[in-house]
């Protein structure tokens, strides 16, 4: 197990290495933030709707749109010369090239979430303060959850003909719950709520992730192996 | 094992014949619902459309789970049957569900005074409809048959574990929709009378799926068997 971790961590690192060399996928999925950001304020009418009621939605549309950005480009990276073969001739069980993969999607994922955050506290007038680490706890179970499909997901699409249609298709009912669960917990958090009064969502977002991402690393070897 | 182009034919000729027993079952159930049961009181005869509504809802969710099963048991065997089996029933689910979405709103128009509603539970119905057409459409992409089996099976796989967070939701958030009155802990709170009209209903509509996934199955089997360099001139009998 312990080494199997190991090699998820160097499969992780060498995608982001790649990744932070080119930086045209990051920098595409942060500027699409930014920008569904600043349309979410200019297509609310400001007299009828404060900032503050749209605020979740808004945030977990900015969320959605920058993992499925980045989830695309997970797996095509590896289609171009043959990269994937490569990957799966090493010695490398299958598990950890898929926890590889997750990983470094959620890191992915999470410099997108950290970077649109504070665009989201600036643009929307909301005030985090106490909320800040529920928050944190929240989008971090959603995330999870999402991107863990998504990963295994992704390596599917990009072997088929439409590989950027696909993927957000097969992944939409399965961002249902993670998406109703973290924004119905984000609107309660921003409206000064404890986190410990909306346990049962929370539950649901961690059983989730415990679930999908059992069950995505049991079945990701019959996705890549012939 | 695949079957043979005889064998194919013949299932999907007994498909078909259970096919249009079904459909006289579904003309029974009609009868049934509007001349047997009671008019409820409160919803008055909108409520008649609960007898095809809620079969059809189970059966899309009970074949989603069966699509499950048997997806599960292909990733270990490798039987291109199942594989067929689960594509077949794919594509009948997907009518299920389109009959539980359309029903749907018509029922609420009058009831809940609109035709859609952002409520958990049809949110979530609406997604296992989503799902049905992700199947059907990562089908449709994939080139190579067995790459298909393998890609759908984790499809069908996760999809049947999405189910029960679908359930889970709808006692943990608000909802509109009546409260289970057949499928919970304590007796059906239903009077006898619409509830041998709603199992019957049921009935028919499992009827109905085996007959048209059988017409279903035959026809990918013929179809694979030509892939596969087969008598091509018998093609066009088994379909």
């Keep these: 197990m312990g080494n199997v971790l190991r090699l998820a961590l160097v499969i992780a690192a060498k995608d982001l290495r790649a990744e932070l060399r080119s930086r045209t996928a990051l920098l595409s999925a942060l500027v699409f933030a930014a920008l569904v950001l600043v349309v979410f304020n200019f297509a609310r009418d400001p007299t009828a709707l404060s900032a503050q009621a749209i605020a979740p939605s808004a945030l977990w549309i900015t969320f959605t749109f920058g993992a499925i950005v980045a989830l695309n480009r997970a797996f095509a990276m590896e289609r171009e010369h043959a990269a994937l073969d490569g990957l799966l001739l090493a010695p490398l069980p299958r598990e950890a090239l898929y926890l590889g993969k997750l990983l470094a999607n959620l890191a992915f994922v999470a410099i997108v979430e950290t970077v649109s955050l504070p665009l989201f506290v600036l643009f929307f007038n909301v005030d985090l303060g106490h909320a800040l680490g529920g928050l944190i706890a929240v989008i971090a179970l959603a995330t999870i959850g999402f991107v863990a499909v998504g990963t295994i997901f992704s390596a599917m699409a990009v072997r088929t003909r439409f590989a950027e249609l696909l993927l957000p298709v097969l992944l939409l009912p399965f961002m249902v719950p993670p998406l109703i669960g973290a924004s119905t917990l984000t609107a309660r958090l921003l409206d000064g709520r404890p986190l410990s009064e909306m346990y049962g969502l929370v539950r649901l977002l961690a059983l989730y992730d415990i679930v999908f991402v059992t069950l995505c690393t049991l079945l990701f070897p019959a996705v890549v192996d012939e | ?239």
């Design chain 2, 1 to 239: 094992m695949m079957p043979s182009f005889a064998s194919a034919r013949a299932t999907v000729r007994r498909g078909r014949v259970i096919t249009l027993l079904a459909l006289a079952g579904l003309a029974a159930v009609y009868v049934l619902a509007l001349d047997y049961t009671p008019v409820e009181l409160h919803q008055g005869l909108a409520q008649k459309i609960f007898y095809l509504h809620v079969p059809a809802a189970w059966t899309a969710l009970l074949i989603f789970s069966l699509m499950g099963v048997v997806s599960i048991v292909y990733l270990w065997l490798h039987d291109e049957r199942l594989d067929l089996f689960a594509e077949a029933s794919a594509e009948v689910g997907l009518v299920f569900s389109a009959v539980m979405l359309t029903t749907g709103p018509i029922w609420a128009k009058p009831i809940w005074g609109t035709w859609w509603q952002w409520d958990p539970r049809l949110t979530l119905t609406l997604f296992l409809f989503f799902l049905y057409v992700g199947y059907t459409a990562l089908r449709a992409s994939i080139h190579d048959p067995l790459e298909r089996g393998r890609f759908s099976a984790v499809v069908a796989i996760l999809g049947m574990l999405l189910v029960p967070f679908i359930h889970l939701s709808v006692y943990l958030f608000r909802t509109l929709h009546p409260k289970p009155v057949v499928l919970k802990p304590s007796a059906p709170s239903l009077p006898p009378e619409m509830l041998r009209t709603l199992l019957i209903a049921f009935v028919v509509c499992l009827l109905l799926y085996l007959g048209l996934v059988m017409m279903r199955y035959g026809t990918g089997v013929a179809e694979r068997l030509r892939e596969a360099g087969g008598e091509a001139g018998e093609v066009a009998d088994a379909g």
